[in-house]
């Protein structure tokens, strides 16, 4: 270890600087990440290559890019004339991309072997495995080209380009990864004990004049419904129904406001739920605190009465539609206020990943509404939405670990530490997006899509290697509203796609 004098900053290994005080006779040792240009400038290159690996593996799975082939039969150049044939255009498009792709792949792996010294070694041999596979992907791409596109061949340059990606990155976390992740955040105390029946602070209805108790009521009940969960399980049904327009039964009015409210009357059911069961909980936290159920400003047994009624209507309304739909509005409501309020989330840190169930789910109703049976394309939406869910909610988890703490969950970051979150966060980002290009292969999704997932995927790689290096409250906060917009764009751009077919 380093000697340090007067405070002052020393460089240590790992990209770190150790800076020390002295409190009473016993140093106090304070770790900051220090992000030299020299550290800076591997995981920047491999940021911006796994975004190019991905524009062009997501525009490979489009149905756009097998008219190319049938428009430009050569390779690697194309005949014609490009400014009149939109598809020669797409043709040159995608392969000068290509090319600058492959040099960008052979810049970030010299420059990282160049830095050996200060390179982890697996990270070294997942950019080698990327540069090996990336002239395997180009051959495979000239074959799709000259003997034209075949269920095997563009198979394999899917499967090769996506295997390219997911090394990159899967480097990338390994790149950013601490050197002392091991011991970030681990042995942070969380307690599993019960709370007082005490009521915390709330507000005081009952010194309210009538009309305006009755408001604060009303909105008691509104908040018992997690409106903010509405408007994007609500866009995941709504991008079902219209994937699945597409190959079934056209979209009627009627099964769209069917659908929409049966939905909207089971997220409130199973938000109120929620609410009465983690009521102790809440108390605990001071981002629940104020809860209608943790205050009293509603009785327990009256919220539960209100969750029965929404449950009970938004069967009746699914029921309305197809009796397939109603069994998975139900399971909806099981799963989250059973399975994952009371057995997931309080007991294993895996919590997160198991409960994206719940979330999933609103694609497969979306799409059993119009078809009334399950097909691969909802399966693949409800498979993107489920590994979105970590890499979205693990960056709350970490603005408020110690909430989440003090509440006795075991969440991710108060088990196993912030940089293993972190860690997660960017692997389940890749993931999703190897799922968006899953979901464009198995549908006849075009271009808007394609352009909406690598462009939002993009600034959401962005906000969480931010999140790495800045490894705050506010960056947590900047990666989770990145994840917002990039599935709430990308599930608009499924509607406005499917709808324009």
């Not at 040099?103 to 010299?110: D, E, P, S």
């Not at 499967?159 to 011991?183: H, N, Q, R, T, Y």
């Not at 010194?207 to 399980?233: D, G, N, S």
Request: aromatic share 8%.
């Amino acid at each position: 270890m380093n000697v340090l004098t007067g405070g002052r900053p020393v460089p240590v290994a790992g990209g770190e600087r150790e800076t020390r005080t002295l409190s009473g006779d016993s140093p106090n040792l304070r770790r900051e990440p220090v992000f030299t240009e020299r550290r800076r400038s591997v995981p920047a290159l491999l940021g911006a290559t796994a975004i190019g690996v991905y524009v062009l593996v997501v525009a490979g799975a489009t149905a756009a890019i097998a008219e190319a082939a049938r428009a430009c039969p050569t390779w690697p150049t194309c005949q014609g004339p490009v400014l009149s044939d939109p598809a020669l255009a797409v043709a040159w498009g995608h392969r000068i991309t290509a090319a600058a792709v492959g040099a960008l792949v052979v810049v970030t792996a010299v420059a990282a072997f160049r830095r050996r010294e200060s390179t982890r070694r697996r990270v070294l041999a997942a950019l080698a495995l990327a540069l090996a596979l990336f002239p395997v992907q180009v051959a495979l791409g000239a074959v799709v080209v000259v003997d034209g596109p075949t269920a095997p061949t563009t198979g394999a340059h899917l499967v090769v380009g996506m295997v390219i990606f997911s090394a990159l990155a899967v480097a990338l976390a390994w790149d950013l990864e601490p050197a002392d992740a091991d011991d970030e955040g681990i042995g942070l105390q969380f307690d599993r004990g019960e709370s007082s029946d005490e009521p915390t602070d709330g507000p005081a209805v009952s010194e309210l004049p009538p009309a305006t108790r009755a408001k604060a009521t009303l909105f008691a009940y509104f908040r018992l419904t997690k409106p903010r969960l509405m408007w994007l399980l609500c866009l995941v049904a709504a991008a079902g129904m219209a994937l699945a327009s597409t190959t079934g039964p056209d979209l009627t009015v009627r099964t769209v406001v069917l659908t929409l409210g049966g939905g909207v009357l089971s997220i409130g059911a199973s938000g109120t739920f929620n609410h009465v069961l983690e009521r102790d909980r809440d108390k605990r936290m001071s981002r629940t605190n104020d809860r209608p159920v943790a205050t009293h400003q509603l009785p327990a047994r009256n919220a539960v009465a209100f969750g029965l009624v929404l449950a009970v209507a938004s069967l009746l309304v699914f029921a309305g539609v197809n009796l397939l739909a109603a069994a998975l509005g139900l399971s909806a409501i099981v799963f989250y206020s059973v399975v994952y309020t009371l057995v997931l989330k309080p007991n294993t840190v895996q919590n997160t990943v198991i409960g994206g169930f719940a979330g999933a789910l609103p694609a497969l109703i979306g799409w059993v509404a119009v078809t009334g049976s399950i097909g691969l394309p909802a399966v693949a939406l409800a498979g993107l939405i489920f590994l979105w869910t970590p890499a979205h909610f693990y960056n709350l988890a970490l603005a408020y670990k110690e909430d989440y703490a003090r509440g006795g969950f075991p969440m991710l970051p108060v088990v196993r530490g912030e940089a293993t979150t972190r860690k997660h966060i960017l692997l389940y980002l890749a993931a999703t997006l190897s799922a968006a290009v899953v979901l464009a292969a198995v549908t006849t999704l075009g271009w808007v899509y394609a352009a909406t997932t690598s462009c939002f995927g993009a600034v959401f790689l962005w906000a969480v290697v931010r999140l790495h290096r800045e490894r705050d409250e506010a960056a947590a906060f900047r990666a989770f509203h990145a994840s917002n917009a990039y599935l709430g764009a990308v599930l608009l751009a499924i509607v406005v796609d499917a709808l324009a077919l």
